[in-house]
């Protein structure tokens, strides 16, 4: 009992002083005191590197200031707390996003400006760490935004990679790979905990031990050993409350092998401290696409040992017995890459704290919730059992015990037929055998959920369908959303000053409110000022396009935007053959009504993930046919922007009039970068596939561009004898495409380059490009019909962001924690 500490004197004195005031003289006295203690510099001798940290420290002080009060509320109220595990986060830049949930945006800017110093210019400075590949890991950061602003207490758990997702470089139209050095000036916003750290066991074997008393007992003897220690980084809501993103670093327990040392073999003096480190080194680049590479497994073990252990002692510390887990923690597993948290939690439970199996069990299944995120069979995570034994032995007979019982249960309780039971075992006894993780995650929880009504559906009818017979309560939907902070406040403020100042500023915590709007949708002045704003954000992107690519985009053009992973599914070369068929029609002539648009591309692909880059080369090769033919170019331009980042994104979704959402139905599990474009303002053309389906009911069929195949036409047409040559010989547009395609005529130098595309599609169409291409072409022309009258657009965008309220993520986490969470928010207590 430290009593000479006391909480209110701290906060009470803090609260007064200099260090965390929000008025412009406390923020350039704090500015310059950071500048000079923290970083070591005089203004003079500064460079815009520190100016940029020293800001950062000083908005730090200020949500520390607003997290410490959170996690004290949280202790003193003893709250059920939401812990949020995924192997993926994707904040963002973390400065601007502060300086607006403080509400200190204007202050700042004023108290640098006086210092000479352009704010602006210091955001930019920021790299913003890349934790993720795409949907999956922006997801968990939306949500934590949400939950931070709602009030809903929780903690996220993490892996903090020192690579993570790689700098994408286009050479010669091609994807180059560079690793992504997001560390290389530190990192203001996180704190080191090095006090908070578990141990964390690998490999070795087991040992089956019965005391004298007749206890029995199993004993883990691994083979290596190492660290993990505690990273936090403090999470603000707008004006709201503070969460917390805890990531794990792997450590050597001893860095240093003196011993080896002394015998004068200095490699393997710090061979232990390599090795261990390794663990959390790089994030994996692939994107629904397993690796079942042994680090990959470790990485997931490691960060959710750590997570546990911790929750485990927060639990404890409070002064708690482990029987009421499940009452003081909701677990989310963001996908199956936390999965193993079952197992773990259960080998904690059973062998460190000698629970008995059956409560242990009962506490793990309450605590755990399962997000599914893909229904795509090449991501679902499979383990193979040599390589689970070898990396987790304890786990392997812990997860077959759950399968034993889970089997007994189903052949003796439910009277389950051998065939359902060998669908639904953990245990896929092909080949080498394999552990499967979605089972183990369903089996483990007490709700699964899918991310959008659709891909809910889908998951009961397929992916888990003896699962959802089995348990139908067990199974729910939460649809997607997106934080409107930071995809319209924080990347769009002209087009959000103008929301502002016409409905009030409650929208941006309660995003219905933009229904408020669609009085505002014919109304000539404003739409005026709306198609104004919209045309500003086309040239400050089209400014941007210049300086990063070279070339010219006329910002009067329609901006047609695909940007998201590059993936089969997504049909980026759908998107592709659509511009091939436009070019033709020029060079026929056939261009007199035609709408001058600009083809704006962005996305990764997986570095292994050889179609993919392929289909990158294809969007490159054909904007290097067509931005320099002077014939075409004043109508088309197709742009690939490089190294699609959140960072990028928040430059390009303002600025876009179409969105494309075309993957192919039943595959895109929700997509969140439908919700962004739409907010700002893009209308969009696209499937019924993942959460379009939604957006397109809460914005009506008129003022969205629904096109191809739904999700069970696909599944028909698949069972069907499906011919994709058919459309070629049917379709004379096509065909022209096609036979461009494959003309060689993209590639002079390697004429054969895009053949597996070619042939792909001619002979097999996985994803069904051939049979939706004649639709969309059709959908097509009724975007340029729409705009033709720029009124008329400029209604339908309006209409598109008053009705985008339900897609917010504070939506979606009210959803979580009233389906699964059972977690009240502080708003709604006393
Ligand atoms: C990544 C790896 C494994 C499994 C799923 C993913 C993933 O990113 N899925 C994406 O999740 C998003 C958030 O739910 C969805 O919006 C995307 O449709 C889905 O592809």
Same mark, same amino acid.
Not at 597 to 610: D, L, Q, S, V
């Given at each position: 009992?430290?009593?000479?500490?006391?909480?209110?004197?701290?906060?009470?004195?803090?609260?007064?002083?200099?260090?965390?005031?929000?008025?412009?003289?406390?923020?350039?006295?704090? /500015?310059?005191?950071?500048?000079?203690?923290?970083?070591?510099?005089?203004?003079?001798?500064?460079?815009?590197?520190?100016?940029?940290?020293?800001?950062?420290?000083?908005?730090?002080?200020?949500?520390?200031?607003?997290?410490?009060?959170?996690?004290?509320?949280?202790?003193?109220?003893?709250?059920?707390?939401?812990?949020?595990?995924?192997?993926?986060?994707?904040?963002?830049?973390?400065?601007?996003?502060?300086?607006?949930?403080?509400?200190?945006?204007?202050?700042?800017?004023?108290?640098?400006?006086?210092?000479?110093?352009?704010?602006?210019?210091?955001?930019?400075?920021?790299?913003?760490?890349?934790?993720?590949?795409?949907?999956?890991?922006?997801?968990?950061?939306?949500?934590?935004?949400?939950?931070?602003?709602?009030?809903?207490?929780?903690?996220?758990?993490? *892996?903090?990679?020192?690579?993570?997702?790689?700098?994408?470089?286009?050479?010669?139209?091609?994807?180059?790979?560079?690793?992504?050095?997001?560390?290389?000036?530190?990192?203001?916003?996180?704190?080191?905990?090095?006090?908070?750290?578990? %141990? $964390?066991?690998?490999?070795?074997?087991?040992?089956?031990?019965?005391?004298?008393?007749?206890?029995?007992?199993?004993?883990?003897?691994?083979?290596?050993?190492?660290?993990?220690?505690?990273?936090?980084?403090?999470?603000?809501?707008?004006?709201?409350?503070?969460?917390?993103?805890?990531?794990?670093?792997?450590?050597?327990?001893?860095?240093?092998?003196?011993?080896?040392?002394?015998?004068?073999?200095?490699?393997?003096?710090?061979?232990?401290?390599?090795?261990?480190?390794?663990?959390?080194?790089?994030?994996?680049?692939?994107?629904?696409?397993?690796?079942?590479?042994?680090?990959?497994?470790?990485?997931?073990?490691?960060?959710? =040992?750590?997570?546990?252990?911790?929750?485990?002692?927060?639990?404890?510390?409070?002064?708690?017995?482990?029987?009421?887990?499940?009452?003081?923690?909701?677990?989310?597993?963001?996908?199956?890459?936390?999965? $193993?948290?079952?197992?773990?939690?259960?080998?904690?439970?059973?062998?460190?704290?000698?629970?008995?199996?059956?409560?242990?069990?009962?506490?793990?299944?309450?605590? /755990?919730?399962?997000?599914?995120?893909?229904?795509?069979?090449?991501?679902?995570?499979?383990?193979? *059992?040599?390589? !689970?034994?070898?990396?987790?032995?304890?786990?392997?007979?812990?997860?077959?015990?759950? %399968?034993?019982?889970?089997?007994?249960?189903?052949?003796?309780?439910?009277?389950?037929?051998?065939?359902?039971?060998?669908?639904?075992?953990?245990?896929?006894?092909?080949?080498?055998? =394999?552990?499967?993780?979605?089972?183990?995650?369903?089996?483990?929880?007490?709700?699964?959920?899918?991310?959008?009504?659709?891909?809910?559906?889908?998951?009961?009818?397929?992916?888990?369908?003896?699962?959802?017979?089995?348990?139908?309560?067990?199974?729910?939907?939460?649809?997607?959303?997106?934080?409107?902070?930071?995809? *319209?406040?924080?990347?769009?403020?002209?087009? @959000?000053?103008?929301?502002?100042?016409?409905?009030?500023?409650?929208?941006?915590?309660?995003?219905?409110?933009?229904?408020?709007?669609?009085?505002?949708?014919?109304?000539?002045?404003?739409?005026?000022?709306?198609?104004?704003?919209?045309?500003?954000?086309?040239?400050?992107?089209?400014?941007?396009?210049?300086?990063?690519?070279?070339?010219?985009?006329?910002?009067?053009?329609?901006?047609?935007?695909?940007?998201?992973?590059?993936?089969?599914?997504?049909?980026?070369?759908?998107?592709?053959?659509?511009?091939?068929?436009?070019?033709?029609?020029?060079?026929?002539?056939? %261009?007199?009504?035609?709408?001058?648009?600009?083809?704006?591309?962005?996305?990764?692909?997986?570095?292994?993930? /050889?179609?993919?880059?392929?289909?990158?080369?294809?969007?490159?090769?054909?904007?290097?046919? $067509?931005?320099?033919?002077?014939?075409?170019?004043?109508?088309?331009? #197709?742009? !690939?922007?490089?190294?699609?980042?959140?960072?990028?994104?928040?430059?390009?979704?303002?600025?876009?009039?179409?969105?494309?959402? *075309?993957?192919?139905?039943?595959?895109?599990?929700?997509?969140?970068?439908?919700?962004?474009?739409?907010?700002?303002?893009?209308?969009?053309?696209?499937?019924?596939?993942?959460?379009?389906?939604?957006?397109?009911?809460?914005?009506?069929?008129?003022?969205? !561009?629904?096109?191809?195949?739904?999700?069970?036409? #696909?599944?028909?047409?698949?069972?069907?004898?499906?011919?994709?040559?058919?459309?070629?010989?049917?379709?004379?547009?096509?065909?022209?495409?096609?036979? /461009?395609?494959?003309?060689?005529?993209?590639?002079?130098?390697?004429?054969?380059?895009?053949?597996?595309?070619?042939?792909?599609?001619?002979?097999?169409?996985?994803?069904?490009?051939?049979?939706?291409?004649?639709?969309?072409?059709?959908?097509?022309?009724?975007?340029?019909?729409?705009?033709?009258?720029?009124?008329?657009? @400029?209604?339908?965008?309006?209409?598109?962001?008053?009705?985008?309220?339900? !897609?917010?993520?504070?939506?979606?986490?009210?959803?979580?924690?009233?389906?699964?969470?059972?977690?009240?928010?502080?708003?709604?207590?006393?």
């Amino acid at each position: 009992e430290r009593k000479a500490i006391n909480f209110d004197l701290l906060t009470s004195k803090t609260i007064k002083s200099k260090r965390i005031g929000l008025s412009k003289n406390d923020i350039k006295d704090s /500015f310059l005191e950071n500048l000079f203690f923290h970083i070591g510099r005089v203004p003079k001798g500064a460079t815009i590197m520190d100016y940029y940290q020293a800001l950062a420290y000083t908005v730090r002080d200020r949500v520390f200031k607003e997290f410490v009060t959170t996690v004290k509320r949280i202790s003193d109220e003893d709250l059920r707390v939401v812990a949020y595990l995924s192997a993926e986060y994707l904040p963002g830049p973390h400065l601007a996003n502060n300086l607006l949930s403080l509400g200190i945006t204007e202050q700042t800017a004023a108290a640098m400006a006086e210092l000479g110093i352009d704010m602006e210019e210091l955001i930019l400075q920021e790299e913003e760490p890349g934790l993720g590949n795409g949907g999956l890991g922006r997801l968990a950061s939306c949500y934590l935004d949400s939950m931070a602003t709602i009030g809903i207490p929780s903690i996220a758990y993490g *892996i903090r990679y020192e690579f993570g997702i790689f700098e994408q470089h286009i050479k010669n139209g091609l994807q180059e790979e560079y690793t992504d050095k997001w560390l290389q000036y530190g990192n203001p916003w996180e704190v080191v905990r090095s006090e908070i750290g578990y %141990n $964390i066991m690998f490999g070795g074997s087991t040992k089956h031990v019965t005391d004298s008393n007749g206890n029995f007992t199993v004993n883990w003897i691994p083979d290596s050993k190492l660290r993990g220690t505690a990273y936090d980084t403090p999470i603000l809501g707008y004006k709201g409350y503070g969460s917390i993103l805890r990531l794990w670093r792997a450590e050597a327990i001893d860095t240093f092998d003196f011993s080896a040392y002394n015998k004068g073999d200095y490699y393997k003096a710090v061979q232990e401290k390599i090795l261990s480190e390794n663990i959390t080194k790089v994030l994996y680049p692939n994107d629904e696409q397993e690796t079942g590479k042994e680090l990959r497994l470790k990485q997931q073990y490691f960060f959710v =040992s750590c997570s546990l252990q911790d929750l485990i002692r927060l639990h404890l510390l409070q002064g708690r017995i482990l029987d009421t887990l499940h009452e003081k923690f909701a677990i989310q597993l963001n996908d199956t890459h936390p999965a $193993i948290a079952v197992a773990e939690l259960m080998r904690l439970l059973v062998d460190d704290y000698q629970i008995d199996w059956d409560k242990s069990w009962n506490i793990t299944q309450r605590c /755990f919730g399962y997000t599914n995120h893909t229904l795509l069979p090449e991501a679902l995570e499979k383990w193979s *059992i040599p390589l !689970f034994r070898r990396v987790l032995p304890r786990h392997l007979e812990i997860i077959y015990e759950i %399968n034993h019982r889970f089997v007994q249960e189903l052949k003796y309780q439910h009277g389950c037929s051998d065939e359902q039971l060998s669908r639904m075992a953990l245990i896929d006894h092909s080949g080498e055998g =394999s552990i499967r993780m979605a089972h183990l995650a369903t089996v483990g929880s007490h709700k699964v959920n899918g991310v959008s009504a659709l891909h809910s559906e889908l998951l009961k009818k397929h992916v888990l369908y003896d699962f959802a017979q089995l348990w139908p309560d067990k199974f729910c939907n939460v649809t997607n959303g997106i934080s409107p902070r930071r995809f *319209i406040a924080l990347s769009n403020p002209l087009l @959000t000053g103008l929301i502002t100042e016409t409905i009030g500023s409650g929208w941006l915590t309660d995003l219905k409110e933009l229904s408020k709007l669609e009085n505002m949708a014919e109304d000539p002045t404003f739409q005026n000022k709306w198609m104004a704003i919209k045309q500003t954000n086309k040239a400050s992107l089209s400014d941007h396009i210049k300086l990063e690519t070279g070339i010219s985009v006329d910002p009067s053009m329609m901006f047609d935007v695909h940007v998201k992973r590059i993936h089969e599914y997504k049909r980026q070369h759908l998107n592709v053959l659509n511009i091939l068929h436009l070019y033709l029609q020029i060079k026929k002539g056939n %261009n007199k009504d035609m709408i001058p648009m600009a083809f704006i591309f962005a996305g990764k692909a997986a570095p292994g993930y /050889f179609m993919a880059k392929l289909i990158i080369k294809l969007i490159t090769a054909v904007g290097d046919l $067509i931005n320099q033919d002077t014939e075409v170019n004043d109508k088309l331009k #197709v742009i !690939f922007l490089p190294d699609f980042s959140v960072k990028k994104a928040q430059h390009i979704y303002p600025a876009a009039d179409l969105s494309e959402q *075309i993957s192919m139905a039943g595959k895109e599990a929700s997509g969140t970068g439908n919700m962004k474009l739409s907010l700002n303002g893009a209308l969009t053309i696209g499937t019924l596939d993942g959460a379009n389906v939604e957006m397109m009911e809460e914005i009506g069929m008129d003022n969205f !561009f629904l096109f191809g195949l739904n999700a069970e036409e #696909v599944q028909h047409k698949k069972q069907g004898n499906y011919k994709p040559g058919d459309h070629y010989v049917h379709n004379l547009h096509l065909r022209e495409v096609m036979d /461009f395609l494959i003309s060689g005529a993209l590639s002079p130098e390697n004429p054969k380059l895009f053949q597996p595309i070619y042939e792909q599609l001619l002979y097999d169409d996985p994803y069904m490009i051939m049979a939706d291409f004649e639709s969309y072409l059709i959908s097509r022309a009724k975007v340029y019909e729409e705009w033709g009258n720029q009124s008329n657009w @400029t209604k339908k965008s309006i209409i598109n962001v008053a009705r985008m309220g339900k !897609f917010s993520s504070d939506r979606s986490i009210q959803d979580y924690s009233s389906l699964i969470w059972k977690i009240d928010s502080f708003q709604n207590r006393p």
